[in-house]
Each structure stands twice: as C-alpha cells, then as structure tokens.
C-alpha cells in the first residue's frame, strides 16, 4: 500500500500544471492512485443527466484528482510550501516541517 506525505483536510499549494499557486484544503486523497483532490483546482465539467422526473440535467463544475507529486504541504505553523520529515516521537511517527523544524500532527 502507498503512503502519502499529505492527508485530508492539509493545506497544501499546487506547484505545477495550469492551476500552479493556487493553494486548497485537500477533500480527498486516494493513496493507491497518488493523487488528491484539492479545493478550488483543476475544475472540470461533467455532464449530469436527470435522474428523476421534473429534475433538471446539466454541466456541474468540480474539482478534478491532481497527482501527489504536484502539490506541496503548506506547513501550519510557518504559513510557506515545505517539504516533509518524518521523526519518532513517544513511540509514534510523525511529520516534521524542513523548514521550521516543528511537529505538524
């Protein structure tokens, strides 16, 4: 099973691809696909047919899956893009700030 450096409900930035800059809470990370769904990036259309009588049909807008590789974790602690470190702490491993050094579990 693949592990992600990110999860839902991270802050993350996109760094590359059309919606690069854009930063978003991540609604939904699939690690067997390497890829999350982030907030406000990669809108795409789908075209939706009405399911039931008298409702109405149409293109909805929604947020597409960006690959893992482009999107980097805005630590909380600092507010800027970094990378992650992972440490031991009481038995447990957690993720660690490159930048600022601090714990972000």
Known sequence: MNKLNVKKGDEVVVISG????KEG?????????????????????THVKPRKQG?????IEKEGTIHVSNVKLVCPKCGKPTRIGHTMQDGKK????????????
Do not use: F, H, S, W
């Not at 059309?18 to 800059?21: F, H, L, P, T």
């Open 18 to 21: 059309k919606d690069k800059g």
């Open 25 to 45: 809470k991540i609604l939904k990370a699939m690690p067997e696909q390497e890829r999350v769904v982030v907030q406000g990036a990669n809108m795409i259309t």
């Open 55 to 59: 409702e109405a049909g149409g293109r």
């Open 94 to 105: 957690v993720r660690v700030c490159k930048k600022c050094g601090k714990v972000m579990d």
